[in-house]
């Protein structure tokens, strides 16, 4: 849990994916098409990707991926990020990590 949570602290916008995943790719094309290049971490990619994944799961996010960090925060999976885009709050929490 420290690497997922030293992970999220150091980048603004983070993405927990696995490179197989459609859920996790649409996500992340939506935050680059409002402007935002998240840090995309593949667990399928990482040693410690197992041990991330239920750490994970142990913070709420079901299923483990896309799991999203904004600030250091964790906002959610797909259903929570959709969810914050169709009210117009995504940007919100989005604009001190937008590109000019």
């Known amino acids: 849990m420290d690497k997922v949570k ?5 980048n603004g916008v983070m993405i927990f994916s696995k490179s197989t995943c459609c859920l996790c ?6 935050f680059r098409e409002l402007g935002v290049n998240p840090y995309v971490h593949e667990l399928d990619h990482d040693s410690d990707g197992k041990e991330m994944d239920k750490a994970l799961i142990k913070m709420g996010c079901n299923p483990s991926v896309p799991a999203v960090f904004i600030g250091g925060k964790l906002i959610g999976s797909t259903n929570e990020i959709m969810s914050l885009h169709l009210k117009g709050s995504l940007v919100q929490l989005l604009n001190p990590y937008m590109s000019v």
């Open 25 to 30: 790719y649409a996500v992340s094309i939506l």
């Open 6 to 10: 030293k992970l999220a602290a150091d």
